[in-house]
Nanobody
Framework: QVQLEESGGGLVQAGGSLRLSCELS????????MGWFRQPPGKEREFVAA????????KYADSVKGRFTISRDNAKNTVYLQMNSLKPEDTAVYYC???????????????WGQGTPVTVSS
């Protein structure tokens, strides 16, 4: 049974930066395509970013392109989301997703972590 634990969320002013981490336990991270999603207050969960199994390929939502960077360290079983130039509209609970069964690395519907909240003040 794979488990995911997100960390790194918090309160930051607009224009600031945060780095989120998602550690996978129970199996090797290299078996999973990984991604980050977020759920803003009162809205549905939405895709943020995805990274392929060995980190060769990445994909981003248009709203975060150029500001967020997803990366992975398979040796540490951890995926990261570096968030720069944060905006109030980035306020959300951020979740990571690990999918070992997808054949398309950016189509993720696997296991979820518990989420880490990010609040960006104006």
């Amino acid at each position: 049974q794979v488990q995911l634990e997100e960390s790194g969320g918090g309160l930051v002013q607009a224009g600031g930066s945060l780095r989120l981490s998602c550690e996978l336990s129970g199996r090797s991270l290299s078996a999973y395509a990984m991604g980050w999603f977020r759920q803003p207050p009162g809205k549905e969960r939405e895709f943020v970013a995805a990274v392929s199994w060995i980190g060769t390929n990445t994909k981003y939502a248009d709203s975060v392109k150029g500001r967020f960077t997803i990366s992975r360290d398979n040796a540490k079983n951890t995926v990261y989301l570096q968030m720069n130039s944060l905006k109030p509209e980035d306020t959300a609970v951020y979740y990571c997703n690990a999918d070992s069964r997808t054949s398309t690395w950016y189509h993720l519907d696997g296991s979820w972590g518990q989420g880490t909240p990010v609040t960006v003040s104006s």
